[in-house]
């Protein structure tokens, strides 16, 4: 590579040369042109040797060594402990939209919800999922989840403006928490072993933080950060290994704190926050649609709409450590210059092309998010292309997920196993040859997707045997959505059990909707619809019978679906043995919306109460009911006992 330098032409003339006219250079390294009547000196510099560098040089014949490569060590290993299989090897059904996918950690069960609400727990075994329980947590959409660091709360936020609050270990819900407004995000932020579980939550309508006691005992909450965002709060994610709690809001400003103390932010990570790239969602008018930690703690991921790009931080120095470019004009460069990951033809670009545009949509951004694999090394999410896994350290693609599969993976979760033989193994020990060793730390890793617009969550695993016709099984009834709806009235809401979700446990029920087709009827509504959430047993007789679904909680109130009483349902059903469930009325033909369940036989009652049930499990709930104190001059017990929800199938 040659520069030109070029003297400055002074005042003072000359005569010129031949040599001059001619252009040729008097002097080695040197020409002599003409501007004007000018002669301008040019000295030629050649810049590709190495001769201005200091100190001593190698030999000509001796080449420069080329730049090494990045290597990560016993990469190997860490991709053994993710599934081998590219394509899914099983995938199940909810009965619509699949919103989230999620594992707990420590105690192994995969909990899935879809759009209406459906929340669905599946536990691991030692191969594969079993499923276990399911609940109609929300009437309507979910809009956000989460599951605590010991991996033994779950919560749910619907758009019905509750938060649902489970038990993983038992699969039981525990409490519900009534909300002014319909939640925006929420997430567990306590640590690992601690006495109280906290939930940091906060609505779509302000622009606080409110926390709770995540045991749901308390509709108040502890404490309310205000001042921290100035814009309702999209994301919080919380830092098990800092103690420290990530929230960004709708404009894209992330802020650090702790959810404790003065909830301020932590000593341990950044001073200032203008040393760090948090600013970067800011600049680029992008807001994070999703945030996820690492597992170790020293970062965290973010996928961020519209700019479509994957970013990960540094955590304690919140500077910008890697992005990825995911947008369609890129996208669309590298398929028609060639250079993409996987090259498509041209009909099926713009198939996907399609379904990429579609995520705009504001009801599937915050579905996507990035995953980190066990060791922080690889991070995981869904492209144009299928399931990407990239080596963060060496900055390449390390194994690509569903490239021929037919949907686009939206939300993921990774369940990567814990060794069945316990013991200490170091990561060389692992890496090793040694069948013992090898054995003693066999794993069973499942990737889980959900997919736009399916009813299905997909399963990557380690089989390789896999067959097409039978890995989708039909676990639900498949909803027709082509069919042409026919003008004819609405049917009846009917059931042939419930679940009452009590404070003091759960109740089954067996209902009999061909002796009280009316009674279910309303029943079942009123069930599904969350009449029936956080009432209480206002009258409880020991020897006699529990009483409740008045919203009033005093007796007085609570109407049928109808909005007016309606009439007796008398059948050869008789209160000849306890745990009868029956209509409460103020006479014939009184019918609302309140129950009861008698503890005794009491025939007294036949005809003149409608029986639609009977408690068949959870005898002992009724009978803890029973015997709860109440007051001296009432029949209500001193202590509210509330029916969480009732759940109908």
Same mark, same amino acid.
């Given at each position: ?99 989230? /996918? ?121 404490? /309310? ?298 029943? /079942? ?125």
């Amino acid at each position: 590579m040659t520069s030109i330098v070029e003297p400055q032409p002074t005042a003072s003339k000359r005569p010129h040369s031949d040599s001059e006219d001619r252009g040729t250079a008097p002097l080695e390294g040197f020409q002599i042109r003409l501007r004007g009547s000018t002669a301008v000196l040019i000295c030629i510099v050649d810049t590709s040797s190495d001769d201005d560098e200091l100190g001593p040089s190698l030999p000509s014949n001796v080449q420069k060594k080329k730049k090494k490569r990045r290597v990560l060590p016993y990469e190997k290993l860490y991709m053994s402990a993710l599934p081998s299989s590219s394509r899914y090897s099983k995938s199940l059904m909810h009965k619509e939209q699949l919103s989230f /996918v999620t594992f707990t950690p420590s105690t192994d069960f995969l909990i899935t919800s879809s759009t209406d609400g459906v929340v669905k727990f599946w536990k691991k075994g030692a191969v594969g999922i079993e499923s276990v329980k399911e609940f109609r947590a929300h009437a309507g959409e979910i809009r956000a989840v989460s599951v605590s660091s010991d991996g033994r709360s779950f919560a749910t936020a619907g758009a019905d403006k509750t938060i649902k609050i489970f038990d993983v270990v038992t699969f039981d819900l525990l409490s519900i928490i009534q909300l002014e407004a319909p939640p925006k995000t929420m997430c567990w932020v306590h640590r690992r072993g601690a006495s109280l579980p906290l939930l940091a939550l906060a609505l779509e309508t302000v622009n606080t933080i409110s926390i709770y006691d995540g045991r749901g005992e308390s509709h108040t909450p502890i404490h /309310v950060i205000t001042g921290l965002h100035k814009m309702p709060v999209a994301h919080i994610v919380f830092n098990n290994v800092y103690d420290c709690a990530v929230s960004a809001d709708e404009g894209g400003m992330v802020e650090y704190w702790r959810p404790s103390g003065s909830y301020d932010k932590p000593d341990n990570v950044f001073r200032f926050k203008s040393s760090t790239d948090l600013f970067e969602f800011k600049k680029a008018k992008s807001p994070p649609s999703s945030i996820t930690m690492s597992p170790t703690g020293s970062q965290f991921a973010t996928y961020s709409f519209p700019d479509r790009k994957v970013r990960v931080f540094d955590f304690l120095s919140g500077k910008l450590y890697r992005t990825y470019d995911e947008s369609i004009d890129t996208i669309t460069e590298m398929q028609q210059a060639g250079t993409a990951l996987q090259k498509l033809d041209n009909i099926e670009f713009g198939r996907r092309l399609v379904v990429e545009r579609e995520l705009e949509n504001a009801s599937l951004k915050n579905k996507i998010n990035v995953l980190f694999d066990e060791s922080g090394n690889f991070i995981v999410y869904g492209s144009i292309h299928g399931i990407k896994v990239i080596n963060t350290l060496t900055n390449r693609v390390a194994k690509v997920y569903g490239k021929e599969e037919p949907f686009r993976a939206l939300n993921l979760a990774l369940y990567q196993g814990q060794p069945q033989k316990k013991g200490v193994v170091t990561i060389s020990m692992a890496a090793s040859a040694n069948p013992l060793l090898q054995e003693a730390e066999e794993r069973d890793p499942i990737l889980v997707s959900t997919g736009s617009g399916k009813p299905r969550f997909y399963m990557f695993t380690n089989d390789e045997d896999i067959s097409k016709s039978a890995r989708d099984v039909q676990n639900e009834k498949p909803k027709n959505l082509n069919a042409k709806q026919q003008i004819e009235p609405k049917p009846a809401e009917t059931g042939t059990a419930a679940i009452l979700h009590t404070t003091y446990g759960d109740i089954h029920i067996r209902l009999f909707p061909d002796a009280a087709p009316k009674a279910v009827e309303n029943f /079942v509504t009123h069930s599904r619809t969350g009449y029936y959430n956080n009432t209480i047993f206002h009258r409880v007789i020991r020897k006699f019978m529990i009483q409740g679904g008045d919203p009033l909680g005093d007796g007085t109130g609570g109407e049928s679906i109808w909005h007016k009483e309606f009439e007796d349902e008398f059948s050869t059903l008789r209160h000849d043995k306890p745990y009868t469930v029956s209509m409460a009325n103020a006479g014939p033909n009184t019918n609302g919306s309140q129950f009861f369940i008698t503890t005794e036989k009491t025939p007294w009652l036949d005809k003149k109460h409608t029986i639609f049930g009977r408690a068949v499990q959870g005898l002992d709930v009724v009978h803890q009911i029973e015997n709860a104190r109440v007051g001296k001059k009432s029949e209500k017990p001193e202590e509210d006992i509330k029916i969480l929800n009732i759940e109908v199938s």
